[in-house]
């Protein structure tokens, strides 16, 4: 099966009837950096973050972990979460990493490394993060130059961009290697797209490669999943509330078997007729609420039970945009399932 079919028809991994991994990852980019606030959340926050998943008894894994448990169809503890920072910047080693250790938590850190190389003071320096793996970090790929990677340049052609892209890439994986021996992780390797963006041409790239992709839409990650475009759910000032990160802590991946369209990146501004359809346990007696921005989404039932679909009225917006679903799981939690959609500017 082909990629873009494989993405439009996600068949389940074939599990034992106690084998359901299910984690949720958070993504961190600063802390305490107060000058950055869309980026970054505050000191106190964090705190209480941490507090809350020691208090209500979450399982910090490592990244590593989640991954070779969906890989294998394998369990994961109750309550399992991971705890990512993107771009490595330097609050990570000077406030974030302290905390964590207190508490022997490990945590990854997705590395853009052109400007560690440059040797750049807003972010860590190779030295640092050696110390910090000492302590229980893991590092992962998060390009070198971090340049929108679905981007083509005016007049390049499919084959230069895949040169490129593949060099921009394996230059990482080179250095972090290179610089941090096994701390950095390369069984699989993992990536982490820049601003989360990716069209089906990146995740079919990554895949060659044999990375494992994470993205910036949220959700929780579930047996269903797709390995090249993983959710995590990104935390900032805005939106670091604990009510609100409670709930999304607590959150499971909706069983999704398909979802169309595919592609998040869209030739024209029309919000897309976006349709999902749920592996046999679908949601019985129960409906999700779906949101697009600020609008309201008014879910159509094609399948009872097993497939809807959604479509805002308001045109895309330029950049980034998302549909939100989520659904009560029965427990008295949520299911969480995010699509991103990008229009006519990447990297906003």
């Known amino acids: ?26 993504m961190y980019h600063r802390v305490g950096e107060d000058n950055t606030p869309s980026t970054s959340v505050s000191v106190e926050q964090f705190r209480a973050h941490l507090a809350y998943l020691d208090a ?3 399982n910090v894994i490592p990244l590593s972990q989640v991954v070779r448990a969906l890989q294998q169809g394998s ?11 993107d771009d490595g910047y330097a609050s990570v080693g000077e406030v974030a990493h302290d905390l964590l250790a207190e508490r022997d938590w490990p945590y990854t850190v997705f590395v853009n490394t052109e400007p560690v190389d440059a ?10 993060m050696r110390a910090m793996a000492a302590r229980g970090a893991e590092f992962a790929n998060h390009s070198h130059t971090h340049t929108p990677l679905f981007v083509r340049n005016e007049g390049e052609s499919e084959a230069d961009w895949q040169a490129r892209i593949n060099a921009d890439i394996g230059q990482a994986q080179t250095r972090l290697v290179d610089e941090l021996g096994a701390a950095a992780l390369t069984d699989p390797p993992l990536l982490a797209y820049p601003y989360g963006e990716y069209d089906l041409d990146v995740l079919a790239l990554i895949e ?4 494992v992709g994470f993205g910036q839409q949220s959700g929780a990650i579930g047996p269903t999943s797709n390995l090249l475009a993983l959710p995590r759910y990104p935390m900032n000032e805005r939106y670091a509330a604990l009510d609100g990160f409670a709930v999304k802590a607590s959150s499971k991946a909706l069983p999704v078997r398909a979802k169309t369209p595919a592609n998040p990146v869209r030739d024209t501004a029309q919000p897309p007729r976006w349709v999902v359809t749920l592996t046999e346990e679908g949601l019985p007696g129960t409906s999700p609420t779906c949101f697009y921005g ?38 008295g ?10 229009y006519a500017e990447a990297g906003t």
């Open 1 to 26: 099966m082909g990629l873009l079919a494989a993405l439009i028809a996600l068949p389940a991994p074939s599990l034992s009837a106690d084998a359901t991994p299910q984690a949720v990852v958070l």
């Open 56 to 58: 209500q008894q979450f």
């Open 75 to 85: 369990s994961l503890p109750a309550k399992s979460i991971a705890i990512t920072f």
């Open 119 to 128: 040797g750049l003071e807003s972010h860590l320096s190779w030295s640092q």
């Open 208 to 211: 060659n490669a044999g990375y």
């Open 294 to 331: 600020n609008e309201r989404l008014h879910p159509e039932w094609l399948i009872p039970g097993q497939q809807f679909a959604v479509q805002g009225e308001a045109d895309l917006p330029i950049g980034r945009s998302r549909y939100n679903c989520t659904a009560p799981d029965g427990e």
């Open 333 to 342: 939690g949520f299911y969480w399932l995010s699509q991103m959609w990008i």
